[in-house]
């Protein structure tokens, strides 16, 4: 499964911890996805979403 939102296709961006003795330490920030169960053309699917997208409305949640 990819770790990518299906509304909007955010992403994990590469950063970098910098050290004292500034030794880079490259690692992935990954968004905060939540599997949710959401009706589309008469069925219920199970996506994964962004808690951004989540609280902005732009996904209807399947009762």
């Not at 961006?13 to 169960?37: D, G, I, M």
Request: with cysteine.
């Amino acid at each position: 499964m990819s770790v990518e939102c299906a509304i909007c296709g955010k992403k994990p961006l590469k950063a970098s911890k910098l050290s004292f003795s500034h030794k880079h330490n490259v690692y992935r920030q990954s968004p905060n996805l939540q599997s949710v169960k959401v009706m589309g053309n008469g069925t219920v699917k199970r996506i994964k979403v962004c808690t951004s997208c989540l609280r902005a409305g732009k996904v209807q949640r399947a009762v």
